[in-house]
């Protein structure tokens, strides 16, 4: 058995305790048992309803009636729950947390819950590695979990000053084993590259679909939508109360991008406005040719 902070291949991990077994929670309970680095994979989800289901699809091995329970003797501790939940749940499980074991979390925010690790866990701060797996989409729940979701995608891995260089490398051996690839960030970089290119795009989308859909005509107009309505809005179908945490937990560096977004946009207003065909045209073509010069970024890109 390998020792608890081995750098290199990912170690086989006795017990992992999954905290909120939907999608993302539950992807990574199949993941870990399908490549073989969990022994026994134990769940814990506040809807009982929803870790029977985990629990009749085989996501978990087993359920826990409490937070706790689930993280007595884990020497893996996976967090899989709203942003705005991450705190209190630190706080219910932080007893329990042996002195051996590894935290993750897969929020989509991470200053605000490496506060609230530094706060809720104390001397033991330093067993949390904030992590965000870039995976799922807009649907949720443990019935679209799957063990591939991780495969080739992007997780970005935000160190505290408090884990020791062993533990973040094992984190990220763990996630690679899962066959992601891995990135590191400090939180506050994590929190505005993410406002930029995906918070604010999801603030966007809602809006739109909101300012369409309330106009007397609005419903109609939907009848006639084709792909680039389709493209444009899928992510505006995402959970409501997930992406309330996230604007809540990273509003400042929202509010930022959006001054820019507000910006760019009356500079398209005003050519629309002033009739300037020729620098409306200018605007069009620069925005085309960043999006076409635009591709996902491969495994080698660096993220700064």
């Not at 992992?16 to 993302?24: D, E, N, P, R, W």
């Not at 680095?37 to 087993?62: F, M, Q």
């Not at 992510?235 to 760019?264: C, P, T, Y």
Request: charged share 15%.
């Amino acid at each position: 058995m390998h020792g608890p902070f081995e750098a290199g291949a990912s170690r086989v991990y006795q017990r992992v305790a999954v905290l909120g077994v939907g999608l993302l929670g539950g992807s990574f309970a199949l993941a870990i048992k399908r490549r073989g680095l969990a022994r026994e994979v134990v769940g814990y989800a506040k809807s009982p309803s929803t870790l029977n289901a985990a629990l009749a699809a085989g996501v978990i091995d087993h359920g826990a009636d409490s937070a706790l329970r689930a993280v007595t003797g884990a020497d893996l501790v996976v967090l899989a729950v709203p942003v705005a939940a991450t705190a209190a749940l630190l706080k219910q499980i932080a007893l329990g947390v042996s002195a051996g074991s590894l935290l993750l979390d897969v929020g989509s925010t991470k200053a605000d819950v490496a506060l609230a690790a530094q706060q809720a866990l104390g001397a033991r701060a330093g067993q949390f590695v904030p992590c965000h797996p870039i995976a799922g989409g807009e649907v949720s729940g443990v019935q679209h979990a799957r063990a591939a979701l991780f495969d080739g995608c992007r997780v970005v891995v935000t160190p505290l000053d408090e884990n020791p260089p062993t533990l973040v490398d094992a984190a990220c051996a763990l996630w690679e084993g899962l066959g992601a690839h891995v990135a590191r960030m400090t939180p506050a970089e994590h929190d505005a590259a993410f406002a930029a290119v995906s918070h604010l795009p999801h603030l966007l989308a809602f809006a739109y679909v909101q300012a369409l859909t309330r106009q007397p005509k609005g419903g109609g107009y939907l009848q006639l939508a084709g792909p680039g309505f389709r493209d444009f809005t899928r992510i505006a179908a995402s959970d409501a109360v997930m992406w309330r945490d996230v604007f809540h937990a990273n509003g400042s560096e929202v509010l930022h991008q959006l001054q820019l977004f507000k910006q760019a946009l009356a500079a398209f207003e005003a050519q629309l406005r002033q009739g300037n065909w020729s620098l409306l045209e200018n605007l069009i073509r620069d925005a085309s040719a960043s999006r076409q010069a635009w591709s996902t970024p491969s495994v080698d890109d660096d993220i700064a």
